[in-house]
Nanobody, 125 residues
């Protein structure tokens, strides 16, 4: 019943930008924690950015200053603006949501109840 669908991925050159979207159906994102994760080939899933139900954002050190997470509650959509992309940003990107407005550790995948199927981002040098 709850469906998260990522879009906006693709192939870009290093230094380029992409904006990922996560549209949510069957569920309202108001006052709920949401996050972006990524998983490179053969690697563990890594937390990238988080926004809690109060609008507070946090970022992994690897993307801080380059990525921006935001939410449009009216559109029930989560966004990730990615600038100054690097080859090491290449990964499958996933959005996630949880019923709680705040989660104890937003970098742990198990904290989130709902997940999208991912969108691929490839950055070439």
């Amino acid at each position: 019943q709850v469906l998260l669908v990522e879009s906006g991925g693709g192939s870009v050159q290093a230094g380029g930008s992409l904006r990922l979207s996560c549209t949510v159906s069957g569920y309202t994102i108001n006052w709920h924690s949401m996050g972006w994760f990524r998983q490179a080939l053969g690697k563990k899933r890594e937390g990238i950015a988080h926004i809690d139900g109060y609008g507070t954002t946090t970022y992994a050190d690897s993307v801080k200053g380059r990525f921006t997470i935001s939410r449009d509650n009216a559109k029930n959509t989560l966004y990730l603006e990615m600038d100054s992309l690097k080859p090491e940003d290449t990964a499958m990107y996933y959005c996630a949501a949880d019923d709680r407005a705040w989660v104890r550790n937003p970098w742990v995948p198990g904290e989130y109840m709902y997940w999208g199927q991912g969108t691929q981002v490839t950055v070439s040098a």
